[in-house]
């Protein structure tokens, strides 16, 4: 009980002779189930050590919950790499094309967005990969390297078994997309199918990778000593350099290379009731009513798909048990999806004492009469589920970070809820301090562009070593 009382005053550092309106008691008191004590935070490392184990073992990778994918890349960039080369990067409504130019020290980048209608994200896979390659035929035109051979890097971001660099099935769709005879096959052949269905473009896909492997790389050119790449946006995943030999399912000369970036996938960790000491009444329902019920877990009490809903549905619950608001909620607060993950950002920004943001935000909501004392309790349920994403994330890294030992390394990190939360880096550089070995250092850096300059870095490394 007084650790949760320590942890409950280190959340707000609130009661501060600024802040003029604290947080009321019965608030805190329903908000305690969205804290991790100490001793939650080291069973869920054990468990998630044990998991990773499991992914990466011949016998147990099977019923393994976290994946622990191998992803064949095993250069990490050294600064050589040269040329021009196209990324594709596919992982959620929108995908982008990248033309990338690299030099000595130096690279130059262009890009462009193009939307994926909700027709084609629930459609067929071969009308989504014609959209493409649609798109990538015009956009090498627009980039006057339409009669170009171009080595190109594919990010892909969803769950994908890689048997090879330039071979990956899709295990599932995740992020909304439903499209049909893509999962069990290679998405890199079905990419390839629709290059030659058009017969205009000349690409060399080199490598297929996730976002979290672009990260990393992206980092590692900068920064020779990033070893683990993370991902807190939309979604959660985390990738890092492992030992070959401890990669079982690698399929190849283990002693050819020492190392290989292993794709974790551990938003799925949780699946099997590893997560049920901290899941709530909230992550239950935003569950239930996802298109992947029973999947994600952990990705869903961490990502910023969810975040918002999170907090949406804490306000909906003690404003119904009359404890916010009045009593009073509004149409648009008990409408699910309406409070943004962004809302949880912008709302934890105001400086203490001041509620100007949140003000705003319960405004839009048609939340105009809340008090003073309603945005306090409002911003406080929003670090509660911003904190609680932070501190398990941070689990998980620190149990990547002590079974490397590597004395100090780098973690590049990418992705909406990191780069655009006031506090996310912070509380996890902190939450990592308390869990890993004694002597380690460790540092978070902010990626530029895994998932697209990561792509091409790839297919550079490939090259590199073609």
Not at 396 to 408: D, F, H, Q, Y
């Amino acid at each position: 009980m007084r650790q949760t009382e320590q942890i409950l005053g280190g959340i707000e550092g609130l009661d501060t002779a600024e802040e003029q309106v604290t947080v009321s008691v019965p608030i805190r008191e329903r908000c305690k189930d969205l804290i991790l004590t100490d001793e939650v935070i080291a069973e869920l490392m054990r468990r998630i050590a044990r998991d990773v184990e499991k992914g990466l073992g011949k016998d147990t990778h099977k019923e393994a919950v976290i994946k622990c994918f191998i992803t064949y890349v095993q250069d990490l960039p050294n600064g050589t790499e040269r040329g021009e080369f196209l990324a594709l990067d596919l992982g959620g409504t929108n995908f982008r094309v990248l033309l990338i130019h690299l030099g000595q020290n130096h690279f130059d980048m262009q890009s462009k967005i193009y939307a994926i209608p909700q027709s084609i994200m629930i459609g067929s896979g071969e009308q989504l990969f014609d959209h493409i390659a649609e798109c990538l035929a015009n956009f090498m035109k627009e980039h006057d390297v339409y009669s170009h051979k171009l080595p190109l890097g594919f990010t892909f971001s969803f769950p994908l078994q890689q048997l090879g660099l330039t071979k990956g099935l899709l295990e599932t769709w995740t992020k909304g997309f439903k499209c049909s005879g893509v999962v069990g096959n290679d998405v890199v052949q079905l990419l390839k199918d629709a290059i030659k269905r058009r017969g205009d473009i000349q690409i060399q896909v080199c490598a297929i990778l996730n976002d979290t492997t672009g990260t990393l790389m992206s980092c590692a050119w900068k920064n020779h000593n990033c070893r683990i790449g993370l991902i807190v946006g939309t979604g959660c995943n985390v990738c890092y350099v492992e030992k070959t030999e401890n990669c079982e399912l690698f399929d190849g000369d283990v002693n050819a290379k020492p190392d290989c970036i292993v794709n974790t996938e551990w938003g799925a960790f949780g699946s099997d009731g590893s997560l049920d000491i901290v899941i709530t009444e909230y992550d239950r329902e935003i569950d239930e009513n996802s298109i992947n019920a029973g999947k994600q877990l952990f990705e869903k009490m961490i990502s910023g798909m969810y975040m918002g809903e999170l907090v949406r549905l804490a306000l909906v619950r003690f404003t119904k048990d009359k404890l916010l608001f009045g009593g009073q909620g509004s149409d648009f607060l008990f409408k699910r999806g309406n409070f943004f993950t962004k809302f949880v950002s912008e709302i934890e920004s105001d400086k203490r004492g001041s509620f100007i943001n949140c003000r705003e935000v319960l405004g839009e909501l048609g939340l105009a009469h809340a008090t003073e004392q309603d945005c306090a309790n409002v911003r406080y349920i929003c670090e509660c589920v911003s904190r609680r994403a932070a501190h398990l994330v941070s689990a998980g890294i620190a149990v990547l970070i002590n079974k490397m030992k590597e004395p100090s390394l780098t973690v590049g990190v990418d992705g909406s809820v990191y780069r655009f939360h006031p506090h996310f880096h912070d509380l996890m550089v902190e939450k990592i301090k308390q869990l890993i070995l004694p002597g380690i250092k460790f540092d978070l850096m902010l990626s530029e562009d895994g998932s697209g300059r990561g792509a091409a870095l790839v297919a550079a490394v490939a090259c590199r070593e073609n």
